[in-house]
């Protein structure tokens, strides 16, 4: 077991599903903070949440591309996430009725565009854990570089290379380089570079340096250190304590939201929704002195609807219809189509929701079909 902790790579299949499933499981769990957005006094100190969700979730997708890039060929793999890429502009269309005035990577285009760039590297050229901790390093520190090169300038597609793009290529690129370097390391490394990451956020603190913590939008230095020391101090936890991370009966909450984490990302955010929308928070006053009450709530309905839903995918003669390419098109057209077509916009954003749920229930039957001949390899796919 012990030269398991130290070398994932001796890890058993069950064994890095369940791991992994758990960070990603974490990381959906906390979208719910930022997502919530209330108008309530002292809400503004939660927002730091909404930078730190996507940390896990970006990191854990990196590694399953790179299972992916040993077991599937370039066809099957890029087509399965041109879908994901296209489908989920659905997405999109929900938090962001007008998302097509400036087209942006939202979560969903984010994991399709950094799983290919790790599936391109793994397959041709397989670097090593340090190239991955340098590549995450330098696609952080070049994103005020090419900050200054494009000195303000604007073009079409600028938000998706560098800031004020919710999730351009540089900086969030360097959580999937980073994922996979905690992966591969020895833990001793990750414990490392958390504690220094630790250390040099409380150093700029006591130094007065202007910390700027909730400034996602253009990821100061001190948000890339926060981000760091969860990252690698999460992957120290996971491999450090495999009986608690391997632990199916403890962890199956967890491990539900990030096997299902697609499904998730379409009913947390309608659940949520529907709650500010009959202001449950100010007609409830326990509710309103306890902000965390409505994260449990939303997190507790989010899984009655998913169990709900869930046995739909289940149904033979409804999910056969999502074994065919063609299909997918029309949902691709649909998706993209329901903005043009039709002019309320709450019947958009309910079109799109409806869509997105069928995308999420259904989506493993595309990614099966697509991927029906894989590459001999005994590499285990998460």
Known sequence: MDAQIRNPSHMSASQRSIALDVLKGIGCAMMVIPHTGLNIHGYERFRIWGILAPVLFYAVSAITASFQAHKYPPRSFFLTYAFLFLLGFSFNRITDPGFLNEIEFDILQFIAVGSCIIYLLERYLRPSQWVYLVLGFASAAAKPLIQSALDGAAFPGANLIVPPGIFPIFPWMFLFFLGLFCWRAENRFN???GIGSTLALIGLWLSGYPLDIQNKEDMSLSVFLLCCSMLFLSF???RALPKLFNNKRLMAPLSFLGRNSLLYLYVHFPTILLLKHFRIVHRIEFINTHPYLIWALALALTYLIMFALLPLGRIGWLARVFDF????VVMVALVFGAGFFIPNIYIVQLAEVLLGLVIA????????TLKKQPLPSTTPDP
């Open 325 to 328: 390419i063609p299909t997918w």
């Open 191 to 193: 414990l490392g570079l």
């Open 236 to 238: 120290y936890l996971a």
């Open 361 to 368: 229930i259904f989506f493993h039957r595309l990614a099966s």
